[in-house]
């Protein structure tokens, strides 16, 4: 298993690549591109075909690093009204 640190180390925040978006390290995949195609129900597979350049642990790393968001700050959703 790969330590969470390890994971992160995957990612990085450079200001003159992708705008300063988090991105696999030595890539200019960002790690949103990854995180929203999870959630729309894109497979693990079928992101390492669209994008050869990923591994398994990149994926790990995306998520890991999504995880890490979610511990420092949150979204604001609008409230559903009561029904009945």
């Known amino acids: 298993m ?16 992708c705008f300063g978006k988090a991105c696999i390290r030595g890539t200019r995949i ?3 591109i990854i995180v929203d195609n999870l959630a729309a129900g894109v497979s693990e597979d079928e992101l390492l075909t ?5 591994v398994r642990e ?8 999504a995880a890490e968001l979610t511990r420092e700050r949150h979204v604001v ?3 559903r009204k009561a029904t009945g």
Do not use: F, M, N, Q
């Open 30 to 32: 960002w790690v949103s």
């Open 77 to 79: 959703l609008k409230r």
């Open 58 to 65: 990149d994926i790990r790393a995306a998520l890991t690093y």
């Open 2 to 17: 790969t330590s969470r640190r390890k994971l992160l180390e995957r990612i990085s925040v450079d200001p003159d690549v």
């Open 50 to 54: 669209a994008y050869p350049g990923l």
